[in-house]
């Protein structure tokens, strides 16, 4: 997309579009809608040819549909409001709904349902394999018995309500300033050139994504990222941080997460525990003395 | 908003200011680098001494109760109003015009627009208004600098992201936010990065979308879930991001769309077919009726020379508050299309040949005095007005017919009792309402505002909905009980568990379609729907619960001037038929001899069997009365001259009497309405309601049985029910993408 920017003098004057993280302009947009439209007329000519074989429109559509802020659904083979969805679970209830579904559920009074929707949501995308097609927000809507479009207003609204393809292993870079400072862009680019992807892009064997997150609140261990990993279904759901990385750890990390290895999270620096300096502790060695002020035995 | 007083009091100097010129610049104004030092000063400046000024927009206070009154002090004048009023609704009552984008009266509050921020004394920083409750002793300050400082603000971030593009802009000259920066913007923007733009939503054929124009005011998202009732509507995104969306691809399949055009604030949602085709100033307003319901709906017509150009709604709030549904306000192109010009003579070869009014008059009056008077008939159309319609009446009955009787009121309506055929609750009135039984109407496609009062009265009060008919979608939760007289039986016996939420109701109201005036059973379902509201306490000396909801705008004037057929089979043995734009009416059993006279002004139905049309002028073209559904009378007035040789109905028939040697003894408008008071007074009431004196218990008692076909739908198509509706191009783009099944 950054190419296509660039060979396009004439975007420089125009409106950028919302989209992505506003690196697209209305230029690179129009040339994907001239894209697709070509495709179409060309699948008239030569109807044999199968329109997703041609590298430029695939990756004009892929402009829609890898860009995590458009507020908009778009029709595709795997996500269409036509097809079914259900919250899997063996255990069905009465009702019809899983029992964790009913779990959640019961946290909330039974006349404001619609509280159940962000939990509901994350567990359909955990069950999704980490994103969520407008079906699910269909059947959570059904559940928790609004409007559609109060559910779609609350997955666009959250980041991470992820509403395109994302991989097994969704890997999110912190991009604030304490992590950038650190360095996070370089591990963006690491894992980027690794994979061979872009930003938001799943890689070919279906297994990685890379994307960007905003403080992780671990700041004291920048740089760091989060894998959510999706491949075993919403029980065997994991949301890990590795911390300290360099852009090779991030590297090695995503080979073990290949090879199906566990690595514990947290500090990737052996010589760190947690968020301890680097070492151990220099200062707070002795145990911590009582308030001068009372005695806390005497009460 | 008024224009030029929010930009009088902006440019007006400030008289604590110390400098006396009056520098129209963001930042270097002294007074504002430290407000709060020179809002005391201005406490301390105004004095009570200026002139009273008048409640914004007739702002009217309502006390519910004495007690609850509460004090508080806008720019320094005291005033009394009630508890849970906002600070808003308090300056609107002292008279200060609050700016504002996302609030709306007549919605739930969002404040997310933050432009109505004013100055509270005590409060650390300003409050916006919309949102806050009024509380006692309050001092509320609309003039500060500092509210000016805070209102500047937010009306540089609004159009920070909003394109410059007012010259191609339809809301161009009557847009909140021009109206709006023109008082509180600044001259230039600091703002040097890219504006945002949005991809344009397609909402079917009525609305237009230019997205990037919003400013997230979401008074559309609140129209559409609360007053239309169809939650298709969101606020998708977030930050920058943020926009007005379906999500999925949806069109806008709401009977009340077209309001969004109103209360959008900027020119991100205006109307299709008014797109580029005329400046708002260029418009001459004439404030007129609705006549494509029988709601009689309050309207603007905006007209440029002969030609309409759109149709607002206007402010009434016992009839249709401030909304309008799409087929009032799109059916105007129709007003141009199919138009009859001249008098026409249908030749020997079935073709119609353009003559002039005298040769037309001479035929008809010859054709006329030949036939015998009882086969003389005359069928009034469904936008008739009473004028003509008692024209006509007068007309047939000294050519000695009485079969004069108007379309859609069925064989053998019952027009004795005008608590039969209007709708005695009052549309207002049914906000008092808990429980609702319609019987064989759905109010959605027969009176959308009507169902649009009902869903307001269901949100304040949660009232009970019960539904007798063909399954449909009202827009709002009911209970089907049935789709046929059976249901009514039972629940007129007691059987059915609906006939105790009518009992046990407050103020139960029924509803019965004007549909049904066309069954063979009326009088039995009439008698019955009688017997349930006498058992359930429905008609009380303090509440009418029982109501009809006509169908047409001429029904009820109709009724009130007796226009009864004398037969009910006068058709069959007609030799001359007097079509006063009648274009539905079975003409199946007319003999083939019969002598049918089309007079109207649109080629519609009714033309194909005519043998001379007279041509008339519409709705919009002529000073007409009309009584709506609740029986309240409202005149139309003239917007735009009419088409070709047309003339108003009723000078045609006093035209026709003269030519016919029965004249006519009134002249003028004014004389017609003097014949008019002595049939049915209450037509010259204008904008008045007349209820019904009378209540149904005077009714003799009718021993027929129901038939037990289910009740059918009265109306097929909400966007085309006569002939300036069919004739329209909107319209008929409506029904074939809003009705796809």
């Known amino acids: ?299 | 908003m008024g224009l030029g007083l929010l930009a009088s009091r902006a440019m007006r100097p400030l008289k604590y200011s110390n400098s006396r010129v009056f520098i129209r610049s963001i930042v270097s104004k002294p007074e504002l680098q430290s407000p709060e030092a020179s809002s005391a000063a201005a406490a301390t400046a105004l004095e009570p001494d200026l002139p009273p000024r008048s409640p914004v927009g007739g702002a009217r206070v309502h006390f519910p109760n004495p007690e609850d009154a509460i004090e508080v002090f806008v720019d320094g004048y005291p005033l009394k109003i009630p508890k849970g009023f906002t600070v808003l609704q308090a300056c609107e009552v002292a008279g200060v015009d609050i700016p504002r984008f996302c609030y709306h009266s007549r919605l739930s509050i969002a404040g997310n627009c933050r432009m109505c921020l004013v100055e509270v004394e005590k409060s650390p920083k300003p409050v916006a208004s919309c949102a806050m409750p009024a509380l006692p002793g309050m001092k509320i300050k609309t003039d500060t600098p500092l509210a000016k400082k805070a209102r500047e603000g937010v009306m540089e971030f609004l159009l920070m992201n909003h394109p410059l593009d007012c010259p191609i802009c339809d809301q161009g000259g009557e847009c909140d936010l021009q109206d709006q920066s023109m008082a509180f913007g600044s001259d230039r923007g600091r703002f040097t990065e890219m504006k945002r733009s949005v991809v344009d939503k397609n909402l079917g054929p009525l609305v237009k979308t230019v997205m990037t124009r919003c400013i997230q005011c979401t008074r559309c998202v609140r129209f559409a879930t609360e007053v239309a009732g169809v939650q298709d509507l969101g606020m998708l995104g977030r930050g920058s991001g943020e926009e007005i969306g379906t999500y999925v691809e949806k069109l806008m399949t709401s009977e009340l769309s077209g309001n969004v055009i109103d209360i959008c604030p900027v020119g991100a949602l205006t109307s299709k077919p008014f797109a580029f085709k005329a400046r708002n100033w260029e418009l001459k307003g004439t404030e007129t009726i609705d006549v494509t319901d029988a709601v009689g709906s309050n309207i603007r017509i905006d007209s440029r020379g002969p030609e309409v150009m759109r149709i607002l709604p206007r402010l009434n709030e016992d009839i249709n508050e401030e909304w309008i549904s799409d087929k009032t306000r799109f059916c105007y192109d129709g007003l141009k299309r199919q138009r009859l010009n001249d008098p026409m003579i249908r030749g020997a070869d079935g073709r119609f040949k353009a003559v002039n009014w005298r040769d037309a008059l001479a035929v008809v009056a010859e054709v006329m005095l030949q036939a015998k008077p009882e086969e003389i008939v005359g069928i009034a159309g469904r936008l008739s007005d009473a004028e003509s319609m008692m024209a006509l009446k007068d007309f047939l009955n000294r050519m000695g017919s009485n079969n004069v009787w108007c379309e859609g009121t069925g064989a053998q309506p019952n027009a004795d009792l005008r608590s039969g055929y209007i709708m005695n609750t009052s549309i207002s009135g049914l906000e008092k309402a808990d429980c609702f039984l319609l019987v064989g109407t759905q109010p959605r496609v027969e009176a959308a505002m009507v169902n649009a009062r009902i869903r307001k009265t269901i949100r304040a009060n949660n009232a009970k909905v019960g539904y007798i008919g063909p399954a449909t979608d009202l827009n709002y939760d009911h209970q089907h009980l049935g789709t046929g007289p059976k249901t009514l039986l039972e629940i007129a016996e007691g059987r059915h568990p609906f006939f105790s939420a009518i009992s046990n109701a407050k103020n139960p109201v029924i509803i019965v379609g004007a549909g049904l005036f066309e069954r063979k059973d009326k009088d039995a379902i009439f008698s019955t729907v009688e017997a349930i509201a006498k058992k359930g306490n429905v008609i009380r000396p303090d509440w009418n619960g029982l109501n009809v909801l006509l169908l047409n705008a001429a029904q009820a004037a109709a009724l009130d001037l007796g226009l009864v057929p004398e037969s009910s089979n006068s058709i069959e043995s007609a030799k001359f038929v007097y079509l006063m734009g009648a274009d539905d009416v079975d003409l199946e059993k007319l003999p083939n001899d019969a002598f049918v006279i089309y007079q109207g002004h649109h080629g519609d139905h009714g033309v194909y069997r005519a043998n001379v049309i007279l041509p008339a002028s519409a709705f919009s073209e002529k000073e007409g009365t009309y009584e709506n559904t609740e029986g309240c009378t409202q005149q139309t007035l003239p917007a735009v001259p009419t088409v070709g040789d047309a003339r108003d109905d009723w000078k045609i028939i006093r035209a026709l009497s003269e030519v016919a040697g029965m004249r006519l003894p009134y002249d003028t408008i004014g004389g017609i309405r003097s014949r008019i008071r002595t049939v049915a007074p209450n037509l010259l009431h204008v904008d008045e309601r007349e209820p019904a004196t009378l209540g149904p218990s005077l009714k003799p008692e009718i021993k027929s049985e129901m038939d037990l076909t289910p009740f059918g739908s009265a109306v097929e198509n909400f966007y085309m029910t006569d002939s300036i509706t069919r004739a329209s191009k909107t319209m008929a783009q409506c029904s074939a993408m809003l009705l796809k099944k």
């Open chain 1, 1 to 299: 997309m950054r190419a296509v920017r660039s060979t396009h003098p004439a975007n420089l004057f125009l409106p950028r579009v919302v989209c992505g993280r506003g690196t697209k302009s209305v230029a690179s947009l129009l040339l994907s809608l001239e894209l697709v439209e070509n495709a179409s007329s060309s699948r008239g000519q030569a109807s044999s040819r199968d329109s997703s074989s041609n590298p430029s429109i695939s990756s004009g559509i892929s402009i829609f549909l890898h860009c995590p802020e458009l507020c908009k659904h778009l029709d595709s083979p795997d996500n269409n409001p036509d097809l079914p969805w259900k919250f899997s679970d063996t255990n069905k209830e009465k009702v019809g709904y899983s029992i964790i579904v009913k779990e959640i559920l019961s946290h909330y009074p039974s006349n404001y349902k619609q509280s159940a929707v962000i939990p509901l949501l994350d567990l359909a995308q955990q069950q999704h394999g980490g994103w969520l097609p407008v079906s699910a927000m269909n059947e959570v809507a059904k559940i928790i018995e609004v409007a559609p479009i109060r559910v779609y207003e609350v997955a666009t609204f959250y980041s991470m309500f992820n509403r395109s393809k994302v991989g097994k292993y969704h890997l999110l870079v912190c991009g604030t300033t304490p992590c950038m400072v650190r360095g996070s862009r370089e591990i963006e680019d690491a894992l980027l050139k690794h994979l061979g992807v872009k930003r938001n892009e799943v890689t070919k064997d279906g297994l990685f994504s890379v994307g960007e997150m905003e403080c992780m609140g671990c700041c004291v261990n920048a740089p760091m990222i989060t894998v959510a990993d999706y491949s075993n279904g919403s029980e065997g759901y994991t949301y890990n941080y590795y911390e300290d990385v360099t852009p090779k750890r991030v590297v090695e990390i995503v080979e073990m997460l290949r090879r199906g290895e566990k690595l514990p999270p947290g500090t990737q620096n052996p010589k760190r525990i947690r968020s301890g300096p680097e070492g151990g502790n220099t200062t707070l060695l002795s145990e911590p003395k009582p308030p001068p002020c009372r005695d806390l035995d005497a009460c």
